[in-house]
């Protein structure tokens, strides 16, 4: 009896070693959305099915069908019982996967997450860019459709959303350090509802009362292209500039028309690839490489900043009429 | 003239004129042909769905669903329209858009009419189920590329008035008279057909409308589906007028209509409210929300000033109505002139 049961833990230890070295590509990572019929994390798919192709290793993406975190947390419990290796989880609420992502990790699977900077039960949270960062690169756009010079102002969804009013206020900054010919109106930032019709009646309102109005940064998507309407209908074309966060299939009109100079985003579909990227060298063991610096190898990832937990890249993109097919993806 | 200054009507009339004054002294922009020719553009929307929420309201039920109604009905016409390969005329848009409007309309007026069930609870259940059809099984998003006849109407304007001082210019659409044609509409059925002495006096009392021999039942299908049409008319309406369809633009936007409604000194009890006074309080809510930053007044303190000109104009209304509900019950006692006074306020008021 004591000898089968020695080697059957015996047996156990090999398959384990063996398994671990020599089937490395076995290796069984899980990718974990908030909703899967989301267009956003439809896209998100795309990355990991590219890191599948590239590795040949067995990733996939798993996700609820609406977003709703106990169902999440199902999903999770499923891919625990099938014996996944990693996790790549973007979790819908970071405490309330504490204790799913726990039990992970006390199996001994890898978790890596991503837009959770304040997950505790993770190994590493994979951020696509700063906040301070991104609102500085949409006011660089903004200040370059102006020519460096004139009075702008910017737009929120509501002055509680929180990443719009960090975006808008480190555009202000940048302005303040590096565009000295530019002048923010006294309005500062203006609600917009994140709706573009009222983006575009406020952005009218801006014009009526500024007629010397040359700028206007949004963040929420439909601040620039509501605002790029506005400047379209009231003959402000080449007068008035707009440049903000948004997608392609809501500003793609703009673009074309030129009333819509840049816009900003972030691919997830190459998220998903850096997260992927990262539970693999967990999984190989080569945690020690995970430092500021950390080259992911995929664009906007090459350079990362380590803070605690969380590696931060610069993932932004930005679009203009000239590139919008590569990212008509939704 | 009496009755004019006793009118609800009146007092909003005024608060709508001092707060354009207000405005002018501020910016000196108000009473410019381009901020007039925008304003009345901002109100095509907001407009149309009030006259809804006027029926139902008066008819003492209240419905949260139309912008549910008007997002879903605009998502399906548009995407059936590029299904379809549609180039014709579109017309077709809107019929679709209400048709369907129309059909969503239905349910709502058949879980309220036979089943008498409280039409907040109603209207909140369909809504969310119309918003959860739109975004689960028909996976809703953004559609840019809007079919041919749509983009071709968003471009059609009655005319354009031009600011040569500010160097900016501003059309108003033609949909706009689709607002103009339901006002009529509306304005006809309230003020001029049994129908609309039935929603009067469903709103005033239901029992007493019942015994009066009204058609209970009716009416309310009638004024439930009526919604739902228009609902399907606006969606469609603020697609051509955005060019886009955007599957969240109108949500959180019922509650404004209904305080517009309710300003314009519609009784949220039902039997009281008028065309006129219904236009009035959209057209103050429209001037109020699009001259914020022309008045100067600072972004973190819209929502105040927003709030507190809501409460003085229905404060104000009500305060009226509640003066001339003392009268009927201090000429009650005097006999004669009191009894007439309280027939014509269990009738309703008039319709415009």
């Known amino acids: ?143 370059k459709a102006m020519n460096y010079e004139g009075k702008y102002v910017t737009m929120v969804a509501y002055l509680t959303s929180r990443t719009h009013n960090e975006w808008a206020e480190a555009g202000i900054a940048r302005q303040k350090e590096k565009y000295p010919n530019m002048e923010l109106i006294p309005e500062e930032k203006v609600e917009s509802e994140d709706n573009q019709e009222t983006a575009y009646e406020r952005a009218k309102e801006l014009m009526k009362k500024y007629p010397d109005l040359k700028g206007i940064m949004g963040t929420s998507s439909n601040d620039a292209p509501g605002a790029a309407k506005a400047i379209e209908e009231m003959g402000k074309k080449g007068k008035v500039f707009t440049a903000g966060s948004s997608i392609v299939p809501v500003a793609e009109k703009f673009l074309e028309n030129g009333t819509l100079d840049t816009i900003t985003f972030w691919d997830p579909a190459k998220a998903a690839y850096a997260m992927n990227v990262l539970a693999k060298m967990i999984l190989e063991g080569r945690e020690d490489e995970i430092k500021t610096g950390l080259n992911l190898g995929v664009e906007g990832y090459e350079n990362m900043t380590l803070k605690g937990k969380v590696l931060v890249g610069s993932g932004w993109i930005a679009v203009t009429k000239e590139n919008m097919a590569e990212y008509d993806w939704f | 003239m009496k009755k004019l200054t006793r009118s609800t009507e009146f007092y909003i009339f005024l608060v709508f004129i001092a707060l354009t004054i207000f405005i002018e002294i501020q910016s000196g922009q108000f009473f410019t042909s381009n901020n007039i020719v925008d304003m009345l553009r901002a109100m095509i929307v907001p407009g149309i769905f009030s006259i809804g929420v006027l029926m139902v309201l008066v008819s003492g039920g ?60 109603v209207t909140l259940g369909t809504s969310s189920m119309f918003i959860g059809f739109m975004q689960g099984i028909l996976h809703s998003r953004v559609i840019s590329d809007i079919p041919k006849p749509m983009l071709e109407f968003s471009r059609a304007e009655l005319f354009r008035v031009y600011n040569k001082e500010l160097g900016v210019s501003s059309g108003l659409p033609v949909v706009f008279l689709i607002l103009v044609a339901l006002i009529i509409i509306a304005w006809f059925i309230l003020r001029y057909t049994m129908l609309g002495r039935g929603i009067y006096a469903l709103g005033g009392d239901r029992t007493a409308a019942e015994r009066a021999g009204f058609n209970i039942i009716a009416i309310q299908f009638f004024i439930y589906s009526f919604v739902g049409l228009i609902s399907g008319i606006a969606g469609m309406t603020r697609a051509i007028m955005m060019a886009n369809v955007h599957p969240t633009n109108l949500m959180g936007m019922e509650l404004t209509v209904i305080a517009a409604v309710v300003l314009g000194g519609t009784s949220i009890t039902g039997g009281r409210g008028t065309i006129t006074g219904t236009l009035l309080g959209v057209a103050l809510i ?67």
């Open chain 1, 1 to 143: 009896m004591k000898k089968a049961v020695l080697l059957a833990v015996l047996f156990c230890l090999a398959l384990g070693l063996f398994a671990a070295t020599a089937w490395a590509k076995d290796w069984k990572i899980a990718t974990v959305v908030k909703d899967s019929t989301n267009p956003w994390f439809i896209r998100m798919e795309e990355g990991v099915k590219e890191f599948a192709a590239d590795t040949g290793i067995n990733a996939f993406q798993k996700g609820p069908n609406k977003c709703d975190v106990a169902l999440q947390v199902q999903v999770i419990e499923d891919l625990i019982a099938q014996g996944v290796d990693a996790l790549c989880v973007v979790p819908i609420s970071p405490p309330a996967l504490e204790p799913v992502l726990k039990k992970a990790m006390d199996k001994g699977i890898v978790v890596v997450t991503h837009e959770a900077s304040n997950q505790r039960n993770t190994y590493y949270d994979i951020e696509a860019f700063d906040n301070n960062a991104y609102g500085a690169f949409i006011m660089d756009n903004l200040a």
């Open chain 2, 62 to 121: 209240i419905d949260i669903s139309f912008t549910a109604i008007a997002l879903l009905s605009m998502y399906s016409a548009t995407k059936i329209l590029m299904i379809w390969n549609y180039e014709g005329n579109v017309i077709m848009a809107f019929i679709i858009s209400g048709a369907i409007g129309l059909l969503l309309g239905l349910i709502n007026a058949s879980l309220i009419a036979f089943y008498n069930l409280p039409t907040i609870i």
């Open chain 2, 286 to 352: 429209t001037v109020l929300s699009n001259s914020l930053i022309l008045m100067g007044i600072p972004t973190t303190w819209q929502k105040v000033f927003t709030g507190a000109l809501i409460i003085i104009g229905t404060g104000l209304s009500a305060y009226q109505t509640m003066k001339e509900k003392n009268k009927v019950h201090g000429g009650m006692k005097l006999g004669k002139k009191g009894s007439k006074e309280t027939q014509k306020n269990t009738t309703g008021s008039s319709a415009i």
